[in-house]
């Protein structure tokens, strides 16, 4: 399979705790994004990375939220000391190398629950 | 920023109608995707589709880039396209190339 991986798909942790989530995207892409998706709304662009480099963040990335993508391959997503209002899905995207226009590809996202 | 308004916010069809979903921007777009959310939460692409129009199968889509409109078509609808459609644009000229997404459109197909 050589679509976007999420993982883990699922987690359930108390609130206080830490959550990291992984993102591989399509090989040859080298523009990755991470969206916030709440139910009964519409993805939210959270930020993005061209190659290691952190571009843009939304200002819903609060300074609990991380991400990084250390060699320009996979992401992480960390959020520190959650809250129950971080219960969302988490969604990677991938574009491949070139212009800014093209096709976007998402992954099946990780469903966080914070009790 | 872009603002993205889509319609109907739901839609209950019959098994074999047709449909029309609409999305509007504030802004003009070089970038523009439709989406079918499927039950696990996953983005599946329909068309990239920019300005134009395109067909796969059941579905096609238009879009009128200088009135700054799309419009996804459904035919023959099937109780397997239930769920949610979202449009999404952005202007690749700005430096990321991120898409705005609607609120969606959810679709329920009965038999």
């Known amino acids: 399979d050589t679509g976007v991986s999420q993982n883990p798909r699922h987690k359930i942790t108390k609130r206080g705790q830490n959550v990291t989530f992984r993102c591989d995207p399509i090989s040859e892409h080298n523009r990755l994004y991470w969206y916030r998706q709440t139910l009964g709304q519409g993805p939210e662009f959270l930020t993005y990375f061209q190659n290691e480099a952190q571009l843009e963040k939304s200002r819903l990335l609060s300074d609990r939220f991380s991400a990084e993508r250390p060699k320009g391959s996979f992401s992480t997503l960390e959020i520190q000391r959650t809250e129950q209002g971080d219960s969302a899905m988490y969604l990677c995207?991938?574009?491949?190398?070139?212009?800014?226009?093209?096709?976007?590809?998402f992954g099946e996202g990780s469903r966080l629950t914070v009790l | 920023g872009i603002q993205v308004e889509q319609s109907p916010p739901d839609l209950i069809l019959q098994e074999g109608a047709n449909s029309t979903l609409r999305c509007n921007f504030s802004?003009?777009?070089?970038?523009l995707q439709w989406f079918h959310q499927n039950p696990w939460g996953q983005l599946i692409n329909l068309f990239y589709?920019?300005?134009g129009t395109k067909q796969n199968g059941r579905l096609s889509a238009t879009t009128v880039a200088t009135e700054r409109y799309s419009l996804l078509y459904i035919s023959s609808s099937q109780t397997t396209d239930s769920g949610v459609y979202f449009c999404a644009g952005g202007r690749g000229s700005s430096n990321t190339g991120k898409l705005i997404f609607g609120q969606g459109t959810t679709l329920q197909v009965k038999p």
């Open positions: 589709i920019p300005s």
């Open positions: 995207a991938s574009r491949q190398t070139g212009p800014l226009t093209g096709e976007l590809f």
């Open positions: 802004d003009s777009v070089n970038n």
